[in-house]
């Protein structure tokens, strides 16, 4: 069992906005920058939104982050069909002196 | 351009012992800590353990704490994850992930392609 919670899944038609929710604890999200990460079918996974709200270079900004205490999520705005994916939110957590993930979402695009 | 390329995968026996390593590029290797996730067939990623830029501090997870050593070749831009006393819940693909910061608590912002292991008699 995850120590994130996030929704096994999660989709919309092209163009919709899809939000993907990640709760945890004080230990974790509450108290350290929430990530999330995508993973595209049969690849290794890639950072998408780093520190809350922040994107790479090169990731498009139909993606955006939020946090509130202890909950972060996730929003993809103008689903496209390549948004295909499964995505993890992760965070270090300072009880248990590593990072956490959660479960992952799969988002499918209808 | 940063690479992290994975070797030393395969197929091992229960009890049996594995040395993973990922050779760096593209980046100060020394500046930065560096670390192992795992993901098992058709199931999400687990972080495994991380190492500081320094090599001096370390981080496990429960699951693999006592069996599994990181290190780090700072002269030659390399991780390394010994695994010893494998379990058949091992099986998975490790993927090196260089940390954003010297020291573990940040994110990982970039990955390998990930190397299979696999545990079975």
């Known amino acids: 069992q995850s120590v994130l919670t996030q929704p096994p899944s999660a989709s919309g038609t092209p163009g919709q906005r899809v939000t993907i929710s990640c709760s945890g604890s004080s230990s974790n999200i509450g108290s350290n920058t929430v990530n999330w990460y995508q993973q595209l079918p049969g690849t290794a996974p890639k950072l998408l939104i780093y520190n809350k709200s922040q994107r790479p270079s090169g990731v498009p900004d139909r993606f955006s982050g939020s946090k509130s205490g202890t909950s972060a999520s996730l929003a993809i705005s103008g689903l496209q069909s390549e948004d295909e994916a499964d995505y993890y939110c992760a965070a270090w957590d300072g009880s248990l002196t590593g990072y956490v993930f959660g479960s992952g979402t799969k988002v499918t695009v209808l | ?121």
């Open chain 2, 1 to 121: 351009e940063v690479l992290l390329l994975e070797s030393g995968g395969g197929l091992v026996q229960p009890g049996g012992s594995l040395r993973l390593s990922c050779a760096a590029s593209g980046f100060t290797f020394i500046n930065f800590a560096m670390s192992w996730v795992r993901q098992a067939p058709g199931k999400g990623l687990e972080w495994v353990s991380t190492i500081s830029g320094s090599g001096g501090t370390t981080y496990y997870a429960d699951s693999v704490k006592g069996r599994f050593t990181i290190s780090r070749d700072n002269s030659k831009n390399t991780q390394f994850l010994q695994m010893n006393s494998l379990r058949a819940e091992d099986t998975a693909i490790y993927y090196c992930a260089k940390d954003h910061g010297a020291v573990a608590g940040y994110y990982f912002d970039y990955w390998g392609q990930g190397t299979l292991v696999t545990v079975s008699s």
